[in-house]
């Protein structure tokens, strides 16, 4: 007898729309918990605020052309303003001709051969997150939330600066985002609502300075290094990015545009990556099934070997978790373009300047493109079945020239955390703990994210 499906938590839809009273106020708390029946199967949504109004795309075709489109729908104003504290003007929020050569130069870091030489560093910060468990004494549970933020946060300072991240510094960093994600999910929330929000975006510049700080010490010394024409130590991320040429000007990044490129690929690289391990720990202590097979997959394929890029394709099984944990949790639920132009889609028209909104949280939960959709399964990666609504309904990294940079980067740091985990320990979920989406920057679990780890 086959188990039966666990269907993990999500906000209900309500039956009916709300009112846009009640869409400011359950959405100030998180954009997944205004949705209703609807949301999850219309083809094209319309959503008038007093201030902006806001279009979702659901049907595929339409998502295909938005993603594909690129530079033609650029990311949102009001997306860019939010985040503007953190990242400035980087390849995450610029636009057009200027993004084409920011792409261009952020490219090189992410080449194969970096991708391979990072799979030590990945498995050592692996590594040190069993031994702080280890440390800890596994007679209690731990709330695995701020962990894997550390994990993830010290997996991009090995590999952007090489360097290793403290507990301290790791501490600063999960509280700062947290706050800057709160202001800054609030001023969006003003700003779609044509209310004022500059009192948010000027409390989210606090935990932002408090985030680039952290990094601004080794940044600098780098950029004064390489400009002072001294050999070059490292052969990271870091160093790729001071050394990338402009691609028509040859010229370098300065001071301030490495800062925020490097505050780009920090952030998405990190809080995205930790939210994906979150929630990948928390399927399979609730789903003890899928996890023995996944450790013995771990087993039959590693062993007690350092892990290797070579051994994560062999496991299917891990990397199917990780892919349906990304269709049930995109950390990045839904993306946000402006309306270039007066156009047409399907029925409506759409007035430049509008949000358009691209959302795998909808289409990746979608009845007509995938069956029992809020349901965890990980074997729907494995059925031959499926591979078209993969390519089509699956799109956690988006698509086309926007695509994620580090997608190849996430799914391996991702799957040697979990690969490692299981290799040490069963997880379980905490006693009397009930996890619970909410979606602001990232989708994050609200209360934490309370699991015991025992000893296999
Ligand atoms: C599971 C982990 C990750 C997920 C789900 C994810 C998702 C995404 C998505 C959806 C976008 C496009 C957003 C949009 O179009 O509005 C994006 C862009 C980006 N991501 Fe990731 N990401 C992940 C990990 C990473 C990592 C590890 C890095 C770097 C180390 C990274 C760096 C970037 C950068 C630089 C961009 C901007 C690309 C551009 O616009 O040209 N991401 N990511």
């Not at 839809?13 to 400011?24: E, G």
């Not at 290094?225 to 001294?230: D, K, V």
């Not at 890029?309 to 099984?317: E, G, I, N, R």
Request: glycine share 6%; aromatic share 10%; proline share 7%.
């Amino acid at each position: 007898m086959t188990d039966p499906l666990f269907t993990p938590p999500f906000p209900q839809p309500t039956r009916n729309k709300r009112t846009m009273m009640q869409r400011f106020f359950i959405g100030w708390h998180s954009w997944i918990h205004v949705l209703f029946e609807k949301s999850y199967t219309m083809k094209m949504g319309e959503v008038r605020g007093r201030g902006q109004t806001m279009y979702i795309a659901n049907e595929l075709v339409l998502v295909d052309r938005i993603l594909k489109g690129g530079t033609e729908f650029p990311k949102h104003h009001e997306l860019v303003k939010g985040l503007w504290p953190l990242i400035g003007n980087s390849v995450f929020s610029a636009n057009g001709e200027d993004w084409e050569n920011q792409r261009a130069m952020v490219n090189p870091a992410f080449a194969h051969t970096a991708l391979a030489k990072s799979m030590p560093l990945m498995a050592a910060a692996a590594d040190a997150f069993l031994a702080r468990i280890e440390a800890a004494g596994t007679d209690k549970s731990f709330d695995v939330d701020p962990m894997m933020t550390h994990v993830a946060a010290d997996i991009i300072f090995r590999t952007l600066f090489s360097e290793t991240l403290d507990l301290q510094r790791s501490a600063i960093i999960h509280k700062a985002f947290g706050r800057f994600q709160r202001y800054s999910h609030s001023a969006s929330m003003l700003g779609l609502y044509g209310l004022p929000s500059r009192w948010f975006e000027k409390w989210s510049e606090r935990p932002a300075t408090a985030i680039r700080d952290v990094f601004r010490p080794i940044v600098t010394a780098r950029f004064d290094a390489f400009h002072a024409g001294e050999p070059a130590q490292y052969k990271d991320i870091l160093q790729s990015l001071v050394e990338a040429k402009h691609p028509e000007t040859g010229a370098h990044f300065t001071l301030k545009e490495l800062m925020d490129q490097v505050a780009t690929i920090f952030l998405a690289g990190h809080e995205t990556s930790a939210s994906t391990m979150t929630w990948a720990l928390y399927l399979l202590a609730e789903c003890a099934h899928i996890q023995d097979r996944a450790r013995a997959e771990v087993a039959q394929v590693a062993g007690e070997d350092p892990f290797t890029a070579a051994m994560l394709k062999d496991m299917p099984v891990v990397r199917n978790v990780f892919k349906e944990t990304l269709r049930l949790y995109p950390p990045l639920a839904f993306f946000p373009r402006e309306v270039p132009c007066p156009m047409q889609m399907r029925d409506k028209q759409l007035e430049p300047g509008a949000m358009l909104v691209v959302a795998p949280w909808l289409t990746q939960r979608n009845k007509d493109n995938w069956a029992c959709p809020h349901a965890f399964d990980p074997d729907r990666f494995a059925d031959p079945a499926n591979a078209e609504m993969a390519k089509q309904a699956w799109f956690p990294f988006s698509r086309g020239p926007r695509v994620c940079v580090g997608a190849g980067f996430a799914q391996q740091e991702v799957m040697t955390v979990i690969a490692a985990t299981l290799r040490r320990y069963r997880l379980t979920v905490a006693k009397g703990f009930k996890a619970e989406p909410i979606s602001r920057l990232t989708v994050r679990p609200r209360k934490g994210m309370k699991l015991m780890f025992e000893r296999v």
